[in-house]
């Protein structure tokens, strides 16, 4: 089946925690018409724009898009994954000094393969904050291509929610001088996925930061892969992910920091966690930094374990019953990583639904 | 209230409790004293079901159920609570949210309807006050960056908050400088000292029952009570020594 669709192969070290199998069998699922109604996957909260995407066509019924525009998307990648996202997608381009708050996308699949390519184009000073959210089943293919000119502004959020299926997001981001990337990801469902960036801070003072949290149970597999870039001075980066692994399933986190020639006074953190709630389930880390500049701090750390034993029995011993007291120090540990959400809507509905997936899974 | 019979208790198969028997009234404070090593720590865990304790032989009974048969969170739920020797720190739950959420599962395992939020929050800050802590310290994480004194307090609030009917306390009183420590002990005469409640002090010294005045003193050493008797005994001990006073 490789072979048809030309897909990497875990043979390759960028790929060789890739769930390909369940990406593979998600391509040729066949279509069944999705019970799910897009509407209740907008944020009521947020009045931004909004887009439908249902198995990657664009559904006007369930939109709003204001100033996205939906328009054939031509920017190219050699990413194996993301090259096959092409066609039809959605734009944001902002002009010097807009703001677009509250922007969201929902995609809902109902089996086989959908591509979708996006580009976001922030000019100067501009500010926006885009949340997508992932649901129903099949492959979902994202690219998405980010320009953040210097000064501007990008938030953005992404649950993974799908009930099965695959999910594979690629960003590629170049971020200019003092403007500020932070984008987390959430994946909570019950698909397998793979998160996948690059981000290059390219001007002085830039900021990026790509993180976010993977829960895992029964067989399934998520992954996040991601790469920041300091090619400037002054830059600062943060990669905060969190892995919860239950059952037999997997969740791995490869990030990598670089750090060029003249990128002096970096400040960057990498911060890779795994949380095991289950002997048989696996967490995989590789935390990767590579620096050529000679006035750098990179604080790092990346660490796989259990609920701690004796905060389990404290919690107990005032009342909480078993299951509680495991959700609430999961949900702690996960906290870290989706408290970077500068949205209190957003960061609410994620907490949300990370605790909904940990009533399921405990 | 509290009944103990001939408890033998073990930690990876070693003996720690040979044998105790212990029985607390209500209205009653007991203090339990002994040398480091004679179980009195194993006996507060055993009491409040930590996981890794096994009961050999014996008997608790408390207000008349089987304490043995109950889950740590179930013990609590029936009025039981075991104030930590360490507490512990918890990152990223607020004290708030763990003790709403802990007052709430009790609450709810009763068969009781949930407290407001706005009513959690006025007792939370009326018990704090009470025992001179930070009220910016019921925001934060629980214990975290908390020294040794206030996490003795956090717990005293704790158990304001809660309200239990029985209370072991395991070594509250160290770590503590005088002021604190005579927070502390107003803390246990105000929660606890009333006729259908009752506290069981583990304690090391005896500067801690100048402040709360115990109906018995019990000397614990290898896992049994080898002496009983009032308040008069803490002098002794603290006068005399374990050694000379059990001997």
């Known amino acids: 089946m490789s072979e048809v669709l030309d897909l990497p192969t875990t043979r390759q070290e960028g790929w060789r925690w890739a769930d390909m199998a369940t990406l593979e069998a998600a391509a040729t699922s066949a279509p069944a018409s999705p019970a799910i109604d897009p509407k209740t996957l907008f944020l009521d909260t947020l009045d931004g724009p909004r887009l439908t995407f249902i198995d990657g066509i664009f559904e006007p019924a369930h939109s709003r898009p204001g100033p996205v525009q939906v328009t054939a998307i031509g920017e190219a990648t050699e990413h194996p994954l993301g090259r096959r996202a092409a066609g039809e997608g959605w734009l944001l381009s902002l002009d010097k000094g807009a703001a677009v708050p509250g922007i969201q996308i929902v995609h809902v699949g109902s089996g086989g393969e959908n591509h979708v390519p996006a580009r976001i184009e922030l000019g100067e000073d501009a500010t926006a904050s885009v949340t997508e959210t992932f649901a129903g089943s099949g492959w979902a293919n994202r690219l998405t291509q980010i320009v953040l000119a210097r000064g501007s502004r990008l938030m953005r959020s992404v649950r993974l929610l799908q009930t099965d299926g695959f999910v594979s997001i690629r960003d590629e981001a170049t971020v200019a001088q003092a403007a500020s990337l932070v984008s987390v990801f959430l994946g909570a469902g019950g698909m397998g996925s793979r998160i996948d960036g690059e981000i290059r801070l390219a001007g002085e003072g830039a900021y990026g930061e790509m993180g976010g949290a993977l829960l895992t149970r029964g067989s399934q597999k998520q992954e996040a892969a991601v790469v920041l870039r300091h090619a400037e001075p002054d830059g600062t980066s943060r990669q905060v992910w969190r892995a919860v692994a239950a059952d037999m399933s997997t969740a791995s986190l490869a990030a990598r920091a670089e750090v060029a020639r003249d990128a002096q006074r970096t400040d960057g953190e990498q911060s890779l966690r795994g949380l095991l709630l289950n002997r048989s389930a696996t967490v995989n880390l590789k935390p990767e930094l590579e620096i050529f500049a000679d006035d750098v701090k990179c604080a790092h750390g990346a660490t796989v374990g259990e609920l701690d034993e004796r905060a389990l029995f404290y919690l107990q011993s005032r009342g909480l019953p078993p299951a509680r007291a495991r959700a609430l120090l999961t949900h702690a540990f996960v906290g870290d990583a989706l408290d970077r959400i500068g949205e209190e809507a957003v960061r609410e509905a994620f907490a949300a639904d990370a605790d909904t997936w940990l009533e399921e899974a405990l | ?247």
């Open chain 2, 1 to 247: 209230m509290l009944k103990i019979e001939n408890l033998h208790a073990e930690i990876d198969g070693k003996e720690i409790l040979k044998g105790l028997s212990l029985e607390v009234n209500a209205g009653e404070v007991h203090a339990i004293m002994g040398p480091n090593g004679a179980g009195k720590s194993t006996l507060g865990y055993v009491l409040g079901g930590r996981p890794g304790y096994e009961v050999t032989a014996g008997s608790v009974t408390f207000a008349g159920k089987d304490l043995l048969d109950m889950e740590a969170d179930e013990r609590a739920a029936a009025g039981l609570f075991l104030g930590f020797q360490y507490p512990v720190e918890i990152p990223g739950i607020s004290n708030v949210q763990f003790l709403r959420e802990a007052l709430n599962a009790q609450r709810k395992a009763r068969g009781e309807g949930p407290v407001s939020g706005a009513d959690f929050l006025k007792l939370a800050r009326s018990q704090a006050d009470l025992l001179g802590m930070n009220q910016e310290m019921l925001k934060r994480p629980v214990n975290v960056g908390f020294s040794g004194g206030e996490k003795k307090r956090n717990e005293m609030v704790q158990m304001g908050i809660l309200g239990p009917k029985f209370a072991i306390l395991d070594e509250t009183d160290s770590g503590l400088d005088i002021d604190a420590l005579k927070a502390v002990g107003e803390g246990i005469n105000r929660i606890m000292r009333a006729p259908d409640k009752a506290v069981l002090l583990i304690t090391h010294y005896q500067r801690l029952l100048d402040y709360v005045q115990p109906d018995k003193v019990h000397v614990l050493a290898d896992g049994r009570i080898v002496k009983s008797g009032g308040p008069e005994l803490a002098v002794d001990l603290e006068r005399e020594g374990y050694a000379e006073v059990a001997a």
